[in-house]
């Protein structure tokens, strides 16, 4: 997620359908296939999902738990998908719920919705799965979509379906991770897997995030086939303009609703993409498209499609679309345990920023600026909390339930972050802190990468840094 400021693939190519892949390699993993209509009368998304289960893990699974993201939108939820600080912002027309309701599983011998805050499908196996092994279920759910300018609802000129689909959970050493809803930061930690999912809708609706589109009986059927993706996620609208560019032989294209500079922006999204291929490693997909929609904050991301938020000012449209291009490395390509270690893909994100900047100063701004108004911003954070409290928590390493709010979450996951990686940069020097980059680009790209993997790719590049990571990450060192 973009930076909370102080207080697609749009049209649609049409193209055979594309295999997009993260990185190469014939390992097997889980593949999804899903077919879902939109109804937007009724704000609902009815479907189907085959799901064939891979475990890659050295122990035997008898149930298999998926994320129910959606569920963070329904009334009664006790851990909301946005603060009350942005509350009225997202939700333009008074409160809105919505949720995900399973219809029915196959392939299973039970299932029910479960967890801290029904965030869990929890499905039990007819046979235990072994490693290696794979399983097939059928699941059929419906998603309401609340009204709420935010990565999953009916916006006041967009719909974003992001997050709405049961999802396999993280499995970890001890066993599958169950992460409830975080109304800051992004409460989502996936394995990539391949995906197939065929959209339909009104043919009055473009589909962000659509491969392929054909229209018959007054309905549009769209197509995205991701191979090796972290996620998968689309933007509906019937009001959207587009520009086309490319970075290199990348496609890039910039759909927005009302964008007063809109070359501008699609010019910020082919530059950053370059830049970022240039520094840290060839981008992974064959394409890629910035969405301007309905969101609260700055921006998200997700593999191949960047949103930003309708109301940014001007002079920071460039700055969010530099960010989240930035994260089609540090989260779709690499990826990280972003609950409990924002700052991992935030703050290097936010870093990536400045280094862009300085290479292209037309965008406004330079390294030297970014960095200089995170030490301002941290040092003024770190004040006032030990003033009114006695004491300021700068652990950089924690859940995001655990973050007070917004103005901690965002001085400790990018300003501190961007402060770090500047520290880094300084210890390493240049040569080691690109190629130890470049490395962990490279080893980590379709994985899921801990802070000790990162602090590895420099000590193999000649840079001991592990002191300095933990001095920041668990808030010894003094800024």
């Not at 603060?83 to 949720?99: F, K, Q, V």
């Not at 969405?291 to 593999?303: H, I, N």
Request: hydrophobic content about 40%.
């Amino acid at each position: 997620m973009r930076k909370i400021f102080s207080l697609a693939m749009c049209g649609l190519l049409l193209a055979p359908a594309l295999a997009l892949s993260a990185c190469g390699g014939g390992e097997e993993r889980t593949k999804y296939t899903i077919r879902a209509e939109y109804f937007p009368e009724e704000r609902r998304l009815f479907a189907e999902m085959d799901a064939s289960i891979v475990n890659p893990s050295d122990n035997a699974w008898e149930e298999l738990r998926f994320a129910l993201a959606p569920n963070a939108y329904r009334e009664g939820a006790a851990f909301a998908p946005v603060s009350e600080l942005y509350a009225p912002a997202a939700y333009y027309d008074g409160m809105s719920y919505g949720g995900v309701k399973i219809v029915s599983v196959e392939g299973a011998a039970g299932y029910e919705v479960c967890g801290e805050d029904a965030n869990v499908l929890a499905v039990a196996l007819e046979e235990p799965l072994y490693p290696d092994e794979t399983a097939d279920i059928s699941l059929t759910f419906e998603v309401t979509l609340a009204k709420i300018n935010h990565r999953l609802g009916v916006g006041e000129r967009a719909v974003n379906l992001a997050n709405f689909y049961p999802v396999l959970e993280q499995y970890g050493e001890g066993g599958f991770c169950d992460r409830v809803y975080a109304p800051y930061g992004d409460p989502f930690v996936t394995e990539c897997a391949d995906y197939d999912v065929t959209l339909t809708v009104p043919a009055e609706y473009t589909v962000c995030g659509a491969a392929t589109r054909e229209e018959a009986g007054g309905k549009a059927v769209c197509n995205l086939q991701a191979e090796n993706v972290r996620d998968v996620a689309f933007v509906l609208g019937t009001e959207f303009e587009s520009l086309a560019g490319a970075a290199g032989d990348v496609p890039v294209t910039y759909y927005y609703l009302d964008d007063g500079d809109a070359s501008r922006t699609l010019a910020a999204a082919c530059d950053s993409l370059s830049y970022y291929a240039e520094t840290f490693g060839e981008y992974a997909y064959p394409q890629y498209a910035v969405v301007q929609t309905d969101f609260p904050y700055g921006g998200m991301e997700y593999p191949m499609l960047s949103m930003i938020a309708r109301d940014l000012k001007s002079g920071d449209i460039p700055l969010v679309v530099a960010h989240e291009t930035a994260h089609q490395w540090w989260y779709a390509m690499v990826g990280s345990d972003q609950y409990n270690e924002a700052w991992q893909d935030e703050g290097l994100a936010e870093f990536s920023t400045a280094l862009f900047l300085d290479e292209y100063p037309a965008y406004g701004g330079s390294y030297a600026d970014m960095v200089a108004a995170s030490e301002l911003s941290y040092r003024s954070f770190y004040s006032v909390h030990t003033q009114v409290s006695g004491e300021a928590d700068t652990r950089m390493s924690k859940p995001l339930t655990e973050f007070s709010g917004e103005y901690e979450y965002r001085n400790l996951a990018y300003d501190k972050g961007v402060i770090l990686f500047d520290n880094l940069r300084a210890a390493a020097g240049d040569k080691r802190f690109f190629a130890a980059l470049s490395e962990y680009c490279e080893r980590y790209g379709g994985k899921i990468a801990s802070p000790a993997d990162m602090v590895a790719c420099f000590h193999r590049n000649g840079a001991r840094v592990e002191e300095l990571v933990t001095s920041f990450t668990e808030g010894k060192c003094i800024i």
